[in-house]
């Protein structure tokens, strides 16, 4: 196995692990009843979609 010709820096490690954290996921609030959901995708709540109702959905 080869091995590094050179000791690797904290800075380029850190930057390195640093790409790696993970984000929320973006949410967007219903207009009608303020649920969040995610955007350009049904709200599974209501089965709205762009202020229409597209699926019915059991309460």
């Known amino acids: ?3 590094p010709k050179r ?3 904290k800075q380029r490690s850190r930057l390195r692990r640093g790409a790696n954290n993970f984000e929320l996921p973006q949410v967007s609030k219903d ?3 303020g649920t969040l959901f995610v955007p350009h995708r049904v ?3 209501n089965g709205t979609y762009r202020g ?3 699926i019915s959905v059991k309460v």
Do not use: F, L
């Open 43 to 45: 709200n599974p709540s």
């Open 31 to 33: 207009p009608t009843d």
């Open 1 to 3: 196995m080869g091995q």
């Open 52 to 54: 229409r109702q597209v």
């Open 7 to 9: 000791k690797q820096s």
